[in-house]
């Protein structure tokens, strides 16, 4: 390598074919090239990986200078490091535990691009994808729920503003079984319903159980429905 540094190469690409290695030996690799290879300080040092193990993003910011990607991480086989990925962590961390790495890159546009890609090759990402999947923004739990009404930031380390998209019923506080009194409450008063009544509160809660044995996620639609059964009992919309 040293040889054809010396012949004038400006970029020197280390690539992960198949996707075997793990974070600890890129770092070692890359420590012994920078010690043992002439000339390496005045050259590109680029990383290309696979993600056959689901480690090309963990590898590739091992050399944050250059980095081989893709949008939505499609590639032979498993796939390559994907370029969200490698953005949002440049963005999130970067400046704490990567020597101040960063990027321009305008990550509002992060979402468009991944639903072009998407919409493009017919290759549509699973909803638990890291960053761009569907299910990165939504709370179910009772408690992450209810600790996201108090601050958003408590379980997510960056919002989905951030990528691009705007926090909705499917990007955000979802109603189901794992949910508690406190997030029904606060959905219904977004409805214009207010509940005074702790009493009528724990009924509705109660019924409100009982629609989440029967479907999996409780819509605004199947709310409103479910306020109907109380008539006048309950204060009309607000």
Do not use: W
Not at 49 to 58: K, Q, T, W
Not at 67 to 92: H, Q
Not at 125 to 132: A, D, T
Not at 178 to 195: C, D, F, M
């Amino acid at each position: 390598m040293g040889e054809a540094i010396k012949e004038g190469v400006k970029t020197v690409t280390l690539a992960d074919t198949v996707g075997i290695n793990i974070p600890q030996e890129f770092g070692e690799m890359v420590t012994y090239l920078k010690a043992n290879t002439p000339g390496i300080d005045d050259v590109v040092v680029s990383l290309h990986c696979h993600n056959d193990l689901g480690l090309a993003s963990a590898n590739t910011i091992a050399v944050p200078r250059q980095v081989e990607v893709t949008v939505n991480g499609i590639g032979e086989r498993s796939g390559n490091a994907s370029l969200e990925e490698i953005v949002m962590a440049l963005k999130c961390r970067g400046a704490y535990v990567m020597d101040g790495v960063y990027t321009t890159i305008d990550t509002s546009q992060i979402m468009a691009a991944s639903r072009k890609v998407q919409e493009y090759t017919g290759l549509h990402v699973q909803p638990h994808k890291p960053i761009v999947g569907n299910n990165c923004f939504v709370h179910e739990s009772g408690i992450h729920q209810d600790e996201m009404l108090k601050n958003g930031s408590t379980y997510e380390i960056f919002s989905p503003e951030d990528i691009g998209i705007e926090r909705s019923e499917s990007s955000g506080i979802v109603l189901g079984k794992l949910s508690g009194r406190h997030a029904v409450k606060v959905r219904l008063r977004k409805l214009g319903y207010e509940i005074i009544s702790d009493e009528k509160l724990r009924d509705i809660f109660s019924r409100f159980r009982d629609l989440t044995k029967q479907k999996k996620r409780i819509t605004d639609a199947d709310l409103s429905a479910l306020m109907m059964l109380y008539g006048d009992e309950i204060s009309s919309k607000i």
